[in-house]
């Protein structure tokens, strides 16, 4: 997959970070750097392309997501950062996932179906991606979620939703909201960076 990678610190984990609908790798490079000067950042760009814009799965139209591809598109992501783990000899133990939207969508699906991989994960602006009768264990893997309570992609019951399964699946889930609609704000990432710190 397309990707930059920028060493950081030993010890410090590596953020993971998916970019939203049109967006690219180097998206969230700088929220990243906000979060933590000292990690180590994988920037990475989805594969599917949807009318010119990047996206990490297909769609079939706004807010219904195509599950075979989306479950495809995850097995896919999740070797490809086992990969770059080895590429790049980073602890693939020692992974946080940071995703805005689309990203925030396909990181909720690797937490869904791997389970407990993952040191933690910042959903920002995140839906519920697929919906089984259950899920793996989350009980190790801290999440934070931010949303816009008026936000016309992802509603407030869906975000609801989404919280209630990561907690049932055992995770320790913080929020933030905002009336900003689907805006991801200054004030969002300094509440992640709050919770990341705060966390690890
Ligand atoms: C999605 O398709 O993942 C969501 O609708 C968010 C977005 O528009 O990217």
């Not at 839906?127 to 979620?145: D, E």
């Amino acid at each position: 997959m397309k990707h930059i990678f920028k060493q950081g610190l030993e010890q410090h984990p590596t953020l993971v970070l998916l970019h939203g609908t049109g967006g690219n790798e180097h998206d969230l490079l700088s929220i990243g750097e906000i979060i933590d000067p000292n990690a180590s950042l994988l920037g990475i760009k989805g594969n599917i392309l949807e009318n010119g814009m990047p996206r990490f799965f297909k769609r079939l139209a706004e807010g219904l997501f195509d599950e075979e591809d989306l479950r495809f598109r995850t097995e896919e992501l999740h070797d490809f950062i086992e990969e770059a783990a080895q590429t790049y000899g980073f602890d693939k133990n020692n992974v946080l996932l940071l995703g805005y939207s689309n990203g925030a969508n396909i990181a909720g699906s690797l937490l869904l179906t791997y389970g407990n991989i993952y040191q933690g994960a910042a959903l920002l602006h995140p839906m519920v991606p697929m919906r089984q009768a259950s899920y793996p264990s989350l009980n190790q893997t801290p999440i934070f979620i931010s949303a816009g309570r008026n936000d016309p992609i992802c509603a407030m019951p869906e975000t609801d939703e989404l919280i209630e399964i990561l907690e049932e699946a055992g995770s320790t889930v913080s929020s933030f909201w905002h009336d900003f609609g689907h805006r991801l704000t200054a004030e969002e990432v300094a509440a992640t960076k709050q919770w990341y710190q705060q966390t690890f």
